[in-house]
């Protein structure tokens, strides 16, 4: 390790534990700056110490002579970039070098002190400083310790820790992680990624070499590979040291749907993404020229090709300093008989926290983990945080603790995700319309129809069980090959008898000649029902999913109905017990519940996301269904 002695300005050479303790400065680098080679000269220096590249470095040795210090490390004059050899070792060294410094001095060429007659806030030019959006700064920004800030004068700004809460606004990067107080090591892999998705090089391969260390990696650096065979190679490294599963919980829009990511951009989205820390190992996976080889659990929906798999992460949602709500991260895949490739971007399906101990309180629904969402939340904004909080009279704040949080299998599944032309050389001609993702084809849909809002994604967490579908009302609203059940039947128009209060409602007969309850409604509402059964003895046990969507509002609801034993499945069958499902929710907005428990059935509703390209709908609402409560409430108090 080469370090400039701060009195003599020369540069001296350790090795081992003989290295001294030293300063260690960071900055952006400009046209003007100095070499190993330059600075070695003593004339050279000398004759060019006014240029900025040389100047900061004079300034730099100054600071650290006045503090105390007797040596300094700056990356222009004390690495050889002449040796490839050298250049390799150094930046696969720098993490732990910035890690080590007793102080580290960030140089912000670009932020001066303004006079009397400036009308600039200097805490604005520090927001817009280039430093923040360099790739090699990230990591000298977190590992060393103790930082001081500095303007283009040498004025301090402040500290790394006293700063802390504006530089988590410019980053990202928790105050915790700046402060000290939260180790980097325990935080995901993708939230590390989100990071630097941001942050620039001026070589396309520095942008995964300069992670090496926030990752605690080493590897041979090879330039001229390009951006994406070395962000590749990093990931692969990655994978090798850690079980960490959010490494592919990363947006397949810039990616081609491959097993990787091509870029940091790819995990923008995913700074909420933590370990979920389970109560159980995580079986190791491993990546080959077959593929991912993955033991995850799987959801499964009506579509015979493709599944949800469980990745070992969560999505966290704050409210002011706490988590108010705790999601599961899930990769669609495409395929079948264990063998799938990736498809759409990651999916939040559990929408409301784990810790709900002390009754009822606002919570957040969660999202598709994708920056094209919007409109996610129902609630009112809060002026003081980020976070969205439910309105008192919103049907989901009426959340219990006996309301089971996370209803996915515990049950492991080992799985290959290969790439495209494997999988579908497999079963491309039956799995075309999955393909789509999610799109209905256009032969379903006239052409003066346009895009429905919203529809439900049917998903089994435990599987079907002893269960299987047996009908749909509307039957056409169906389309099982992807999975979606899109409502298109619209509930009776009524109207409210003011003489009654609310209580007491008028009868209207609907086109079938079924009575519903008169009622003011906001908008147009669109129901359906699905209906599974389960052979028990001699006969078949039926279970009624009222779902439903409200035009005005966007809320939706699901209900469990209790068909009876004399249900034949008949047309005018499946028309009264929609009908039983209108009586139970219309002009009644407190019933419009999002979870539904009877018996042994599940139906929760509490998650909803925008749809690639908006097909089939624009909105997705993620229907979970269990049939097995039992089971579940016995593995959930195993654990």
């Known amino acids: 390790m080469r370090l400039i002695n701060v009195t003599t300005l020369q540069i001296d050479e350790y090795f081992g534990t003989g290295i001294p303790e030293y300063a260690i400065l960071s900055h952006t680098w400009d046209a003007t700056e100095a070499t190993l080679q330059q600075w070695s000269k003593r004339t050279t220096r000398l004759r060019k110490f006014k240029v900025p590249g040389y100047a900061k470095v004079y300034g730099a040795c100054k600071l650290a002579r006045q503090d105390g210090h007797r040596y300094l490390w700056i990356d222009t004059v004390c690495i050889d970039k002449s040796s490839s050899a050298e250049l390799s070792e150094a930046i696969n060294s720098m993490f732990a070098w910035y890690e080590n410094a007793k102080v580290c001095y960030v140089y912000l060429s670009d932020v001066k002190v303004p006079s009397k007659d400036d009308n600039i806030d200097v805490l604005s030019l520090f927001r817009r ?108 490294e990655v994978i090798k040291t850690s079980i960490d599963q959010s490494i592919f919980a ?199 129809t346009e895009t429905p809002e919203q529809g439900f994604m049917i998903t089994f967490p435990r599987g079907l069980g002893e269960y299987r579908y047996r009908y749909s009302y509307p039957h056409t609203d169906l389309y099982p090959n992807i999975s979606f059940f899109i409502p298109s039947a619209v509930a009776p128009p009524m109207h409210y008898d003011h003489n009654c209060n609310g209580n007491n409602r008028e009868d209207s007969a609907d086109p079938d000649g079924h009575h519903q309850s008169q009622h003011p409604r906001h908008g147009e509402v669109k129901r359906g029902l699905l209906v599974f ?47 039983l499902g209108d009586g139970l929710i219309l002009g009644k907005s407190e019933e419009w519940l999002h979870y539904d428990q009877q018996g042994d059935v599940i139906v929760a509703a509490r998650t909803r996301f925008k749809t690639v390209k908006g097909k089939p709908c624009k909105e997705a609402i993620v229907v979970e269904l269990v049939f097995d409560v039992e089971e579940l409430l016995e593995e959930r108090n195993s654990e």
């Open 129 to 236: 400083s280039r430093w923040w959006t360099r790739g090699w700064t990230l990591q000298e920004l977190l590992a060393p310790t103790n930082i001081l800030f500095y303007t283009r004068e040498w004025v301090q700004m402040g500290t790394k820790y006293a700063l802390a809460m504006l530089i988590q606004e410019i980053t990202g990067i928790g105050e915790g992680y700046l402060r000290g107080t939260r180790r980097i090591s325990l935080c995901s892999i993708a939230q590390r990624m989100s990071w630097a998705s941001k942050r620039v090089t001026t070589r396309d391969e520095d942008l995964a070499y300069s992670l090496l260390g926030i990752f605690g990696i080493n590897m041979p650096l090879l330039y001229g590979e390009g951006s994406q065979n070395s962000f590749r190679r990093l990931q692969e």
């Open 533 to 579: 059964a389960a052979l028990r003895g001699a006969n078949y046990k039926y279970v009624g999913i009222y779902l439903a969507v409200d035009s005005a509002t966007r809320n939706w609801t699901c209900r469990i109905l209790d068909l009876g034993a004399s249900f034949s499945g008949m047309r005018s069958d499946l028309q009264e017990m929609t009908g």
């Open 250 to 448: 990363f947006e397949t829009g810039s990616s081609d749907n491959t097993l990787l990511a091509h870029h940091p951009r790819d995990f923008a989205a995913q700074g909420s993404v933590r370990p979920s820390f389970a109560r159980k190992l995580t079986p190791p996976f491993t990546l080959s020229n077959a593929g991912l080889s993955l033991t995850v659990p799987l959801i499964q929906t009506m579509s015979p090709y493709w599944v949800l798999a469980v990745l070992n992460c969560v999505e966290l949602h704050w409210d002011q300093e706490d988590v108010s709500a705790r999601s599961v991260i899930c990769l669609p895949l495409l395929g079948r008989d264990k063998k799938y490739m990736r498809a759409r971007a990651p999916v939040t399906l559990i929408s409301l926290g784990a810790d709900l101990a002390g009754g009822p309180k606002p919570t957040i629904r969660p999202k598709l983990i994708d920056n094209s969402v919007e409109d996610v939340w129902v609630g009112r904004e809060d002026a003081d945080t980020d976070t969205v909080t439910t309105d008192s009279t919103s049907s989901i704040e009426r959340t219990t603790p006996l309301e089971i949080q996370d209803l996915t299998t515990r049950e492991d599944t080992e799985i290959l995700v290969s790439y495209f032309s494997r999988i579908y050389t497999l079963w491309g001609n039956e799995m075309d319309e999955a393909m789509k993702g999610f799109a209905v084809s256009e032969m379903m849909l006239d052409s003066t």
